[in-house]
């Protein structure tokens, strides 16, 4: 089942912060965070695993509530390069099968 | 930092024919996994190999088939391609499997 993510779409000014959220209805094994430019690859940003291991890039932020199944991504003074699509994606179960949300499109603007 | 690789990034087929896909992971990666992306949509998973094994398989047509080689580059082959087929196709790579996930750039595949 897909996880559900809001907002759908933000706009930022720079330096400004935003949060990302993304909720499943099921156990999560882990959370993975990309960021896709328009006609690029999904860029790997931040991988938050059961039992509270994660990696990332070291200006992202993001957390993971296990018993919710909820994780936020957290973006602060934002930049132009910011811009993009942002894709949670869920693992539950098996090890590999990553189901992404449909996406937050977010634009920052000068 | 050497990245996936994959080839053709463009491919144009007519209806029914047949395209083969392939994917190069990173070195000392072993694991591969197939997304497909339609425009302004989420990548949906397709299939993903874990040292040359099929691991798991989300929704991937019966009409597809893919495996990973001895050296775990990857193949995605697609017959009697259908209109519906047109779509970006992602190959991500990791090390290990249940590890964060590093895309290629792609290949976008055209059907007329």
Not at chain 1, 49 to 78: D, P, V, W
Not at chain 2, 2 to 26: D, N
Not at chain 2, 56 to 65: H, L, T
Request: glycine residues 8%; proline residues 5%; charged residues 20%.
């Amino acid at each position: 089942q897909q996880p559900v993510q809001s907002p759908q779409a933000v706009i930022l000014r720079e330096g400004e912060d935003a949060v990302i959220n993304c909720s499943s209805s099921k156990a999560l094994y882990s959370v993975h965070w990309y960021r896709q430019k328009h006609g690029e690859a999904p860029v790997f940003l931040m991988i938050l695993l059961k039992g509270g291991e994660q990696k990332g890039h070291e200006k992202i932020s993001a957390s993971f509530n296990e018993k919710k199944q909820q994780s936020s991504l957290y973006l602060t003074a934002s930049q132009l390069s910011y811009s993009g699509t942002y894709f949670c994606g869920t693992v539950s179960g098996g090890y590999q099968k990553v189901t992404f949300g449909i996406g937050t499109k977010l634009q920052v603007i000068p | 930092a050497a990245g996936v690789i994959q080839s053709p990034r463009h491919l144009i087929k007519e209806k029914r024919e047949t395209a083969t896909l392939k994917c190069y992971p990173i070195p000392r990666h072993d694991t591969v996994y197939w997304y497909q992306q339609g425009p302004g949509q989420d990548p949906q998973f397709l299939i993903s190999f874990y040292e040359k094994m099929q691991s798991d398989k989300g929704s991937i047509p019966d009409r597809f088939s893919a495996q990973q080689f001895s050296d775990y580059h990857s193949e995605l082959n697609m017959s009697s391609l259908e209109l519906g087929d047109s779509a970006l196709y992602f190959c991500a790579s990791s090390f290990s499997r249940g590890h964060e996930q590093y895309f290629g750039p792609g290949t976008r595949l055209t059907v007329t």
